[in-house]
């Protein structure tokens, strides 16, 4: 593409050549091949400027730079042959050229954001599920990875930055999607990688402590979310939103008084005046089914899902409600939640046919944490008033810990949550990073109350013991990574999978069980 029609219409100055023919753009000077425009965008630990001559070196003919910056006057004197773009903002000049440079896709494949502290990716894959249903083709930006239709690709961010996410978008458009899934982070929001895209959809799951490292207050982290619906959202676009969630509420009716073109589908699990609220919830170890009540063509829909407890009824409601303003069918709807069946990490089953019931989990907040312990009270209440023998309910086991260089203040909070909504705590190690795991063991414990927990810091040995000390009908929680297959301390990345260690551990028990009834066989034999 040539560089003029690049930065038309954009405020920005250029120094050096106008004609250049742009081959490539990014921010990545590893990243740039000859004929890039590299965009010097400042980082939390590094600026991009400093990377400006490697990216020459490599090949870059423009490079777009902050106003101002140092930097660029000798550079300019430096490099009389290469294009210089200055700009205000380097973030908001990536997002803008990004679109430009990949002809805006979004224009021409429907985007459905979807941002919140959690449920983000439970969410996304109930929503491409039911699209596909539709016989749509779809592609999916998330967490886990990134896919276009059935074909995956690996996730570094949940929101890649700009270049890459309107290059991802091309790649969709271009392959034939109608749809594309996207979960939205608020650290995307805020480093605006998702600007000049237009989201037809866009639905708001919860907001709870997180990121604070990063936002620093609650506020601020509101409002960085606040971005995808009041200035990301397309004029006769549609909100979802979670109005149980005091911050969806707010969400809610600051829409109202502000962007009266946005249609709104609310959904609550107990205000009857929201757009759609469950009823009729039965809930079990296997899944969950529950009749819609909602003031639109989905009221009395039937949902069986394999998802199970609240945060699995709240999250398929979001993709309910997404449905709607897409027109999609109530048949398809239905039939696509039916087929999500365990999305990695989330609420993940791990089932070798042991006696207890084993549950991988990403749940990494207090609020997450405390969603996921009460479903599974739920659960075991609901399996126990089913039993004809009335048994009283199996135990709760939790195994859990706090990522490193992270957000501090949710540490104690999740101490104090886990044993007071736990029967028995193991606290270990989550990703320590770069501290020491022993501080943040210690910083989870003064939020702990009552005398029911242990510390292993070495993870594996921790979710060795709590499949040992389970007994039948009782649930293990590995809580705080779910899907990711490494752990990282002092910036290396080891191989570490909790569902592996999970199922070693469960595949142990069976050997110790068969050792224990061997030598009970042995003792009882008189001839021996």
């Not at 939390?44 to 400027?49: F, I």
């Not at 959690?118 to 539709?134: D, I, P, R």
């Amino acid at each position: 593409m040539d560089l003029t029609i690049l930065i038309k219409g954009h405020d920005c100055t250029l120094t050096g050549p106008r004609e250049q023919l742009i081959t490539g753009i990014t921010y990545d000077s590893r990243q740039v091949a000859d004929g890039f425009m590299f965009v010097a965008v400042k980082g939390e630990k590094s600026d991009g400027h400093t990377f400006i001559q490697k990216a020459i070196a490599k090949g870059a003919r423009a490079i777009i730079h902050e106003k101002g910056h140092p930097l660029i006057p000798d550079l300019i004197q430096q490099y009389p042959l290469i294009s210089w773009v200055g700009v205000e903002d380097c973030r908001e000049g990536l997002a803008a050229m990004s679109a430009e440079f990949y002809d805006h896709p979004s224009e021409q494949i429907c985007v459905v954001g979807i941002t919140g502290t959690n449920g983000k990716t439970t969410t996304s894959y109930l929503v491409k599920s039911v699209l596909e249903k539709w016989s749509k083709n779809v592609g999916l930006i998330g967490t886990i990875n990134y896919m276009i239709m059935n074909e995956r690709f690996e996730a570094p961010h949940t929101t890649p930055e700009a270049s890459d996410f309107q290059g991802l978008l091309r790649q969709m458009a271009d392959r034939g999607c109608n749809y594309a899934v996207a979960e939205v982070s608020s650290h995307a929001l805020a480093q605006k990688r998702v600007d000049h895209t237009q989201f037809k959809v866009a639905i708001f799951t919860n907001l709870t402590g997180d990121h604070l490292d990063f936002h620093g207050t609650m506020e601020a982290y509101f409002r960085s979310k606040l971005r995808l619906f009041t200035e990301l959202l397309i004029d006769g676009g549609a909100a979802v939103i979670n109005i149980d969630d005091p911050y969806g509420r707010r969400l809610s009716d600051l829409l109202k008084r502000t962007r009266p073109s946005v249609s709104q589908i609310t959904f609550s699990l107990s205000d009857k005046a929201a757009d759609m609220v469950p009823e009729e919830i039965i809930a079990g170890f296997r899944g969950t089914s529950f009749l819609v009540r909602a003031k639109n063509s989905f009221s009395g829909l039937k949902i069986m899902s394999p998802l199970v407890g609240r945060t699995g009824i709240y999250n398929i409601l979001s993709a309910v409600g997404a449905a709607l303003p897409l027109g999609i069918p109530a048949e398809a709807v239905s039939g696509g939640i039916a087929s999500v069946d365990i999305v990695k990490g989330r609420f993940e089953r791990v089932d070798l046919g042991q006696s207890f019931l084993a549950v991988i989990d990403y749940a990494h907040t207090h609020d997450a944490l405390e969603r996921l312990l009460e479903a599974s009270h739920k659960l075991l209440d609901a399996c126990s008033a089913a039993q004809k023998d009335k048994q009283p309910a199996g135990k709760i086991i939790t195994v859990f810990g706090c990522g490193g260089n992270r957000d501090r203040s949710k540490r104690p909070k999740m101490g104090r949550i886990a044993s007071n909504m736990s029967d028995f705590v193991i606290v270990t190690s989550d990703n320590p990073r770069n501290e020491d795991p022993a501080v943040i063991i210690r910083d989870i414990e003064t939020g702990i109350e009552k005398d029911n927990y242990i510390v292993i810091p070495d993870r594996r040995t921790a979710i060795r013991m709590a499949a040992l000390l389970a007994s039948p009908g009782d649930i293990v929680i590995i809580a705080g990574k779910g899907h990711e297959d490494y752990q990282e301390i002092k910036d290396v990345r080891y191989p570490f999978s909790d569902r592996s260690v999970m199922e070693d551990a469960i595949r142990e028990t069976f050997a110790i069980s068969v050792r224990g009834r061997r030598r009970k066989r042995l003792k009882g034999n008189p001839r021996c």
